[in-house]
């Protein structure tokens, strides 16, 4: 399996190069949509 991680600034491409890959067949793992629903009332802090 191939792991990429896409980082950057804003407005650096980043939704651009993950919406070409997710039309590829890639699996998208958004971790800032991930770190802010870690916030979200009833979810578990470790």
Do not use: C, F, W
């Amino acid at each position: 399996m191939l792991v990429i991680g896409l980082t950057g600034g804003i407005a650096s491409g980043k939704t651009t190069v993950s919406e070409q890959l997710d039309g590829l067949g890639a699996e998208i793992i958004n971790a800032d949509l991930v770190g802010h629903q870690v916030y979200l009332p009833g979810h578990r802090r470790l």
